[in-house]
């Protein structure tokens, strides 16, 4: 029998929480909505787009040798180039907060209006190439069926069969992944690891293009679904017959941002259309991904198949970072503010998703004074580049087996396993392993 090394592993404590105890914990004047206070965070990430705009331009025509003196002749084209950088920077990070607007929206938060709701997810979110409805649509499913194997619709884990690996041989590999041999974990290696560019590379190319092809080709999409499942096909598996004009509709405002698109380009030229728009377009795209794939993927997330899956368990198999708080504290706070706590109260949103992000910190306390005695993981490692480099390295595949399971590494390592509440012992105290 092959060598098996034991490595040392967290436990969780599956969640036997009941919506009702959760949603009890968070004071009542949490959820009410207001369009107008909304609408205040709505126009101050605009204005502040706009201001980081101008401030670009007016320090654009003060960088020439008339009015700044630099040693060299090449030190003007980059001046303006960092100045142009910085605009994008900081004009796709406000952007984002927009984004999340939008979203709000989309769950009904934004106002206590449908309609008012409905128009402006749908200007905002065609204006940043998402087709609003359908996402929509698809994203409340997320809510639903947050971290379940088959119903999730984003980040779902690919499993071992789906990864093309070999089976899972119990003689020298682990079902949990804590005693895995030196034998499988080379071979794993040489099927799954990466070299730190090789890691690098592949989780920059996510950030850049991962948003797009989600939609457009379902990618980290919930697998059962067809081949060419998208969400701009109003007859795709994800939607029902009555969703088929709202799709049309989000295709319409996808068609109109196409438009506006083309007739900038033709206006303005293809370069000023990528600097003023292009760039911080993709950074929204960027921050996007970073994000939710942060919420939702980590080692020390559990993933549910049916049996096990209820919607409490799901809503809290997430966890709170601090966006850019790798980078310190004034950073976090930054982060938190221009993209409205989004990544900071996300556990919050999972339990009810109609709470506004400006009464979300409120009650993520009175729901986190609920739920850290229970011992439920509620923070991850702040969100940045770092952390995510960490977590594309270690979340690699699930098994095909088991009801709660976690992600493995290249190695066949996982540095969790389930354990349950034993509900039928005097004392509740007693966890039951029941694998």
């Known amino acids: 029998m092959a060598t098996q090394k034991t490595h040392e592993q967290g436990v969780y404590v599956v969640p036997d929480v009941t919506i009702k105890q959760l949603l009890n914990a968070i004071p009542a004047h949490c959820f009410k909505r207001s369009a107008l206070r909304s609408s205040v965070y709505m126009f101050w990430n605009m204005f502040v787009v706009l201001a980081c705009y101008q401030a670009a331009k007016l320090a654009d025509a003060f960088v020439n040798p008339q009015t700044l003196s630099l040693p060299h002749p090449a030190l003007y084209p980059f001046a303006r180039f960092s100045i142009w950088a910085l605009y994008g920077f900081w004009a796709g990070l406000f952007a984002t907060g927009l984004w999340v607007v939008a979203h709000e929206a989309g769950h009904q938060a934004f106002s206590e209006s449908k309609t008012i709701n409905n128009t402006v997810g749908w200007i905002l979110h065609s204006a940043l190439g998402v087709p609003y409805h359908s996402w929509r649509i698809t994203h409340a499913k997320h809510h639903a069926s947050t971290g379940h194997m088959t119903q999730d619709q984003v980040f779902v884990p690919r499993t071992r069969s789906q990864m093309g690996l070999p089976p899972l041989d119990p003689k020298r590999d682990d079902l949990l992944g804590a005693n895995v041999s030196e034998e499988v974990k080379k071979e794993m290696w040489e099927a799954l690891g990466d070299s730190p560019l090789g890691a690098t590379f592949g989780f920059m190319s996510y950030l850049v293009i991962g948003w797009p092809l989600y939609l457009i080709i379902n990618a980290s999409g919930q697998a059962r679904y067809p081949k060419g499942t998208n969400h701009f096909n109003p007859n795709a598996a994800m939607f029902s017959p009555h969703h088929y004009r709202q799709i049309i509709m989000s295709d319409v405002g996808i068609f109109l941002w196409f438009a506006g698109i083309a007739a900038a380009i033709n206006t303005w030229g293809w370069a000023t259309f990528m600097v003023v728009y292009g760039v911080p377009y993709l950074w929204v795209n960027h921050w996007l991904i970073l994000i939710t794939f942060l919420q939702h993927t980590d080692p020390l997330l559990p993933h549910y198949r049916a049996s096990e899956f209820t919607f409490p368990r799901g809503a809290l198999s997430t966890l709170d970072r601090s966006l850019m708080g790798d ?89 969790m396993r389930p354990m349950f509440n034993d509900l039928t012992a005097s004392d509740s105290g007693i966890e039951v392993d029941r694998y």
């Open 327 to 415: 980078l310190g504290s004034v950073m976090g706070w930054i982060g938190a503010h221009a993209t409205l706590g989004i990544s900071e109260t996300h556990l919050l949103h999972h339990v009810c998703s109609k709470i506004p992000h400006y009464n979300a910190w409120e009650a993520s306390a009175a729901l986190r004074k609920v739920l850290e005695p229970t011992g439920i993981r509620l923070d991850g490692a702040p969100g940045g580049w770092s952390e995510m480099y960490r977590v594309y390295k270690e979340c690699k595949f699930v098994e095909d087996e088991g009801d709660v399971i976690f992600y493995k590494n290249a190695h066949g390592v996982a540095q």
